[in-house]
């Protein structure tokens, strides 16, 4: 079966080709949203604009006026670069613990609608702190 575009990150995959391929456009939409979340303003070639830049807001104080400003930049981007793309609900938490790569860890929940494939999913984003 023909891929629709290369799993990040990539690997070396002997069954599609030379790298993995993403065969379902839930998973693209998933891996291109997930993209769209992780990349920072000024990071993408010929689109400063792009992206959320989540972990901009890492050493940030952690309020309501902090996760208000995250959330209204998640659904702006989203309605720009993927408007076919449903925001549902952001949710933020703190995580904290003693494992090295849990404290003080910043996860961000975005429950999502695709319109065209009629599905819900959730992107869940952890931000480490270290």
């Known amino acids: ?13 002997n069954i599609d080709g030379h790298y993995k ?8 939409v998933r891996q291109n949203f997930k993209n769209l ?16 830049g989540i972990r901009n807001y890492l050493f940030e104080n952690t309020s309501i006026e902090l996760t208000s400003q995250i ?4 659904y702006e981007q989203t309605s720009k670069y ?6 549902t609900n952001v949710s933020f938490g703190m995580q904290s613990g003693d494992e090295v790569g849990t404290a003080n860890a910043l996860n961000v929940t975005i429950s999502y609608y ?3 494939l009629q ?12």
């Open 37 to 52: 979340i992780l990349t920072s303003p000024g990071e993408r070639m010929m689109d400063p604009e792009f992206g959320v």
């Open 71 to 74: 959330e209204a930049r998640i």
């Open 1 to 13: 079966m023909a891929g629709i575009t290369p799993q990040l990150p990539l690997n070396v995959d």
């Open 82 to 87: 993927l408007p076919f793309v449903d925001v």
């Open 114 to 116: 695709i319109i065209p």
């Open 21 to 28: 391929l993403i065969k379902s456009y839930k998973n693209t």
């Open 119 to 130: 599905f819900y999913d959730n992107l869940e984003i952890t931000t480490p702190v270290y």
